[in-house]
């Protein structure tokens, strides 16, 4: 009576599994950056249509950790360090906007392919066009969206360049919330942030997990 419902839920299982796997293997070689278009795009790879069998965004952050563990080697440590080396670097620079490193530099799961993904807050979003202007930062201007609870959205303007042969993102925030960070596409909670003093830890291996950096307020 009860082989049937068994059968179904372990088959959905195998193929949230193969999804995970393959949407994480899409993003490690090809650069893909957005869990959503990942999976959407290994679903069609496999040819499985079913929403059921879509995986969570954690699964896929999972099956990535593995499949850099088991194929990357030290060359994806490298591309880790080199990037959060120049994330500090990044973030002193840009103190006057109480900037933070967020994303796959701060999680450990960067590559060569991942730019550094900072958070600025100033209420003046123009503000930081100013100050890189002035400093002759060519930069792209463009926008993301961030959930800020699970009732509000903000489209917050970004701008983008390249600096010491590496790529560089920067989210531009109002100022309150530094007291409160948007919310992860990996798990709905609030994004692990990591300031200059706690990056520079990091990298002196004082902290081993960089979650352990979950920084929800204004961070020290």
Sequence with gaps: MHRAPRHAATHARERRHRLAHEAARLMAESGIRDFHQAKLKAAHRLGIHDDASLPRNSEIEAALREHQRLFAGPAQGDALRQRREAALRALEFLQPFSPRLVGPVLDGTADANSPVQLHLHDDDADAVQRFLDEHGIPAESRSRRLRLDRERTLDAPAWRFDAEDLAFE??????????????????????????????????????????????AGTGK
Excluded: C
């Design 170 to 215: 920067l989210l531009v925030l109002p100022m309150h919330v530094l007291r409160q960070a948007p919310l992860s596409q990996l798990d709905e909670k609030p994004m692990r942030r990591a300031s200059a003093a706690q990056v520079r830890r990091l990298l002196a291996g004082v902290e081993h997990e960089a979650g352990s950096l979950i920084v």
